[in-house]
């Protein structure tokens, strides 16, 4: 292990926090709130050890935050939008240039592989990329007016700042995601991020600031670091933030969406998955398993796209399964920061007493354990959150509650079906609808899963797997994934407002639908 890859204050230094007022260095408390609310202090979940610390907001900064937010809105919206994609262009090259060291923080915060942090950072780069070539879009359209001398037209104006609430596994890409798109929709942001990546989010939102301030533009990018009572709440509750778009846990999600429609603002939910992968009787297993394990372990199964289910035809099962089993048995858990590792640490000792309840409780109700569901010891990393991956069979009528529920941890739960229809029943069985897989070489049967009365989730994909969409499509999910649609595509539209406009350049007063309204007694033209 290179201690250059943990040395905390050379990765501030070459992300330019080192002397940032709100970072703390040696905290003097151990990981979470400080006892007085002002310290989020962020530990290394492979040690759990304390690595630095950011200073909450009171609910005075976060209003004064707010009041800056939206002044700079006032500015910002008048800018032109491509002269917005210059400001986020010059962002995504800082990016580029600091995503070695800010990937390791994002390893070094939340534990995942350093393949994935950098791969995160990759992915801000992209969607601020993207973000780039809408600055010269953002189209609206010119629809045909019913009335001579008219011209009807729709467009897009900026909407406002807006609330970006994240959650620990994505701490960098899931805010890029909003807040590129935002400033070139000419808005502004108000982050509040996960507390389990307050040091994430300060690099992130600082090297994004930095180069807009240096721009002209200051208070494009703010952050609000604090528990939910103090700054969650509050921004939920604002009426300055016509958009709230949040990243979480179903629960959180409820409390946001209906307090958000309580004041008839608007909101962006991206919550739990449950995904599954379906493997039917033509499938490739060459492919297809190497899909499943990533899916399932990747990020130590904390994406909300991680494989959860699998759904293998029955004749298919006991090769699976051996398969996967051999392939779980080459993972190296460890420091995520180390060579050769595939699966860091779980987030939080919670995390890990979650993942070991749920496997015995699927044990309890006849899940046979296939291999995983133990703490690991990782020699010299004993106070790490390490588990081993699990797999658990389910038993032959497929009953298993447990696997209806989210466990953000490594656990894969496989189901034999015999048809395809008994397949997609079950995939879409799950209360939530984000992501699902199908793996076939049968054309029919992709179509299948494809088509109207297939896979119910907001992303379906054939011989690919659940985990690790690119930005360039919308992603999100239906039923209890909230509905919201972040990212590529038109998700943009999230961030902007709609105006319909009918101009006449005639010199009589027509109306819609024919109306005649004066005393003479005419019939309407058409
Ligand atoms: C998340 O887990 O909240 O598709 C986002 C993926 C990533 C994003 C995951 N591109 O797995």
Redesign the pocket.
């Known amino acids: 292990m290179s201690t250059a890859t943990h040395d905390v204050p050379a990765l501030a230094r070459a992300l330019g926090i080192h002397d940032h007022p709100r970072l703390v260095m040696n905290p003097p408390h151990p990981e979470g709130l400080s006892p007085d609310g002002t310290l989020a202090v962020s530990a290394n979940p492979a040690t759990g050890e304390p690595i630095a610390a950011v200073r909450t907001e009171t609910r005075d900064s976060l209003d004064a935050t707010l009041g800056r937010a939206h002044r700079a809105f006032l500015a910002w919206r008048n800018v032109p939008a491509p002269t917005r994609g210059l400001v986020v262009r010059a962002i995504a090259d800082e990016f580029r240039r600091l995503k070695e060291p800010l990937g390791r923080l994002v390893s070094l915060e939340v534990g995942k592989i350093l393949q994935e942090g950098l791969g995160e950072v990759q ?1 801000t780069i992209d969607i601020a990329d993207y973000a780039v070539g809408l600055s010269r879009q953002l189209p609206g359209l010119t629809l045909p007016s019913e009335r001579p001398e008219h011209r009807l037209i729709e467009q897009w104006h900026p909407l406002g700042p807006i609330g970006v609430i994240t ?1 620990f ?2 701490p960098n ?2 805010w890029g995601w909003n807040a590129m798109l935002a400033a070139v929709c000419g808005d502004t942001t108000v982050w509040k991020p996960s507390l389990f990546a307050p040091l994430t989010a300060l690099a992130t939102n600082h090297i994004a600031q930095r180069v807009a301030s240096s721009m002209g533009h200051d208070d494009l990018f703010t952050l609000a670091v604090g528990p939910d009572d103090t700054v969650a709440k509050p921004l939920v509750d604002d009426k300055r933030l016509p958009l709230i778009s949040a ?1 979480g846990s179903c629960r959180m999600g409820r409390l946001v969406g209906e307090a958000v429609a309580r004041r008839l603002g608007r909101c962006l939910l ?1 919550l739990g998955g449950n995904n599954a992968a379906i493997i039917d009787a033509s499938a490739d297993l060459d492919l297809a398993v190497p899909a499943v394990v990533f899916g399932a372990v990747g990020t130590a199964g904390q ?3 991680t494989t959860r289910r699998l759904i293998v035809h029955e004749s298919l099962a006991d090769e699976v399964t051996r398969r996967l089993v051999k392939a779980y048995a080459t993972i190296r858990i460890g420091d995520p920061l180390a060579e050769g590792t595939l699966v860091g640490p779980l987030i939080s000792d919670a995390a890990v007493r979650a993942f070991l309840a749920a496997v015995e409780a699927a044990k309890a109700q006849g899940g046979r354990l296939l291999c995983g569901g133990t703490v690991a010891r990782v020699p010299g990393l004993e106070r790490g959150r390490f588990v081993t991956p699990a797999i658990i069979r389910a038993p032959s009528e497929n009953r298993l509650p447990i696997a209806h529920e989210e466990t953000f941890a490594p656990i894969l739960y496989v189901f034999t079906t015999r048809t395809l229809d008994e397949a997609i029943v079950m995939n879409n069985s799950a209360d939530q609808g984000l992501s699902s897989a199908i793996f076939t070489d049968s054309l029919r049967n992709a179509e299948r899963f494809l088509a109207p009365a297939g896979s119910d989730c907001g992303i379906a994909n054939v011989n690919a797997g659940t ?3 690119e930005i360039g499509g919308a ?1 999100g999910g239906e039923k209890d994934t909230g509905g919201g649609r972040e990212s590529g595509s038109d998700s943009w539209k999230a961030y902007m407002r709609r105006q319909t406009c009918t101009i006449n350049h005639g010199s009589a007063v027509r109306l819609a639908q024919g109306i005649t309204f004066e005393r003479r007694d005419e019939h309407p033209q058409g």
């Open positions: 992915e959650a596994n994505f890409a899931v990243t991206e994406r909300c796209t985990s690790g969409a992603f």
